[in-house]
DNA sequence: GAAGAGAGAACGAACATTCCTTTTTTTAGA
DNA sequence: TCTAAAAAAAGGAATGTTCGTTCTCTCTTC
């Protein structure tokens, strides 16, 4: 037998999954060809057909990877934290940490993903179940928050987790159709509606 | 010469993107063929193609109409209005009015714009340019808030504005992905944040 | 030397678009 | 008012390209 070390083998399927983010970042998951992927990788098509049996099977293991990505910007925030409820954007987004931090292009990529979910069923699965979880460890956080009588207690911690989670949600858009998407600025206007003492930024 | 009613023409025009508009919410852009077009529109190639030069005319014309929504959306806001900010959902969104009201459909072509956008200048330029009076539009009412001491007066209006952009952004993600998204709940979210007298759902 | 790994030509299907034909409609003349 | 010519509109087969994928052959590595 002539089976190479497997550490090569997954550095190849890595090469691939990061020229194919690299191609989909750039033109969406239908607009980029094989041949787009090929050539960003410098294989052949009969190299890459040895790791992934066919385009969606790439498509899929990209997304799932970058849902994989935002599980765990979630999940780190799962310890008892030192939360200020108006930091949330910078603590999912990360702004020392890498998760999302990868700035517009993992914002790009996750916009992506939303769109792709709304066709493909199993995607769309994956996706449910990345943001449930991350409603329950915000959704926790929350209910902390509301027994420490730092937000009012007569609304589901849940419903205020959704709210949260769609702030961050929004500021990714941002973020993919502008690049910069200033988090500082966007922690200031948080503060003020919630009527937090804020810090004026200019 | 025998040049057809141009409401007859308007007709068509409106038919195929109606057809166009379906096609592409059910499979995004760039998986929708021109027969699957063609077949929704119960049309020729011959026929469509005498309405639109191209695929990419017609991708061009229906993200304008989804832009115009939104924007309208924003700008039936703009008198001096019944604002509670954390109506800005329902407001914007319109729980009674038409405009994104269209629900899960309007939600998703939505999505498909942003990520559309970010492979076409164009595209791009436009949304925008519909963010960017939006934030405008919102700017105003948030500042109206500050000067009748609702909010705090010390954070720029617009950083707020782009707050509770982000706040519908991020609903509107949450109601193409679910197919309901309760506004109702998120409102109340909303009003926990901003500790504001809250209202219990359940 | 045996077999996995990779290259790259080849293949059929599907694609957007065009082109020619047929049908339908409008208008002008009687 | 009816008819005929003309032009526009629509149909649908045809076209050339590009797509994803496969197949065969060569090279490399144990």
Redesign the pocket.
């Known amino acids: ?5 497997k550490e ?2 997954e550095a ?1 399927r890595r090469q691939i999954l990061d020229a194919a983010r690299h191609c989909f970042i750039r033109n969406g998951f239908h607009a ?4 787009d992927v090929l050539t960003e990788a ?6 890459v ?3 992934f ?4 099977d790439i498509i899929a293991a990209t997304a799932a990877e970058a849902l994989a990505e935002v599980a765990s910007a979630f999940e780190a925030d799962d310890g008892a934290r030192p939360p200020d409820l108006d930091n949330i954007v910078d603590l999912v987004l990360g702004v020392e940490r890498p998760p999302l931090s990868g700035s517009q292009e993992s914002a790009q990529l996750l916009v992506q993903v939303w769109s792709e979910a709304l066709r493909s069923s199993s995607l769309s699965t994956k996706l449910k179940e990345v943001m449930a979880e991350a409603r329950g460890v915000v959704g926790s956080l929350v209910a902390r928050h509301q027994q420490r009588g730092l937000l009012p207690a007569d609304v589901p911690a849940e419903q205020v987790a959704d709210v949260l989670m769609a702030l961050v949600d929004g500021f990714l858009v941002r973020r993919a159709v502008y690049g910069h998407a200033d988090s500082a600025a966007f922690r200031n206007g948080m503060r003020a509606l919630m009527s937090a003492p804020a810090q004026v930024t200019r």
Chains 1, 2 share one sequence.
Do not use: F, I, V
Request: hydrophobic share 30%; charged share 30%.
């Open positions: 037998m002539a089976r190479m070390p090569h083998l190849r980029t060809s094989m041949q410098e294989l052949s098509a009969g190299a057909y040895r790791y049996k066919s385009k969606d």
